[in-house]
């Protein structure tokens, strides 16, 4: 096996990594905003909290 084929191996396992990282980062931020606004679908829970830290009292 040629450095080539190591490089191209290690990038698809590189890139294997980083997909599942992903994955699990979103269903922590999914599974997060829902304990927080349980009467809420995750998506939306996650735009309001966004948002409500620009608001001023």
């Known amino acids: 096996m040629g450095k080539s ?3 191209d191996l290690r ?5 294997a990594k980083l997909r599942e990282n992903l ?3 979103k ?5 997060r905003a829902q304990e ?5 679908d995750a ?5 309001a909290s966004e948002t ?3 608001k001023k009292p």
Request: charged share 40%; aromatic share 0%; glycine share 4%.
């Open 5 to 7: 084929e190591q490089a």
């Open 11 to 15: 990038e698809q396992r590189l890139a």
């Open 23 to 25: 994955k699990r980062r």
């Open 27 to 31: 269903a922590q931020a999914k599974a």
């Open 36 to 40: 927080l606004n349980p009467g809420r």
């Open 43 to 47: 998506d939306s829970a996650a735009s």
């Open 52 to 54: 409500d830290t620009d």
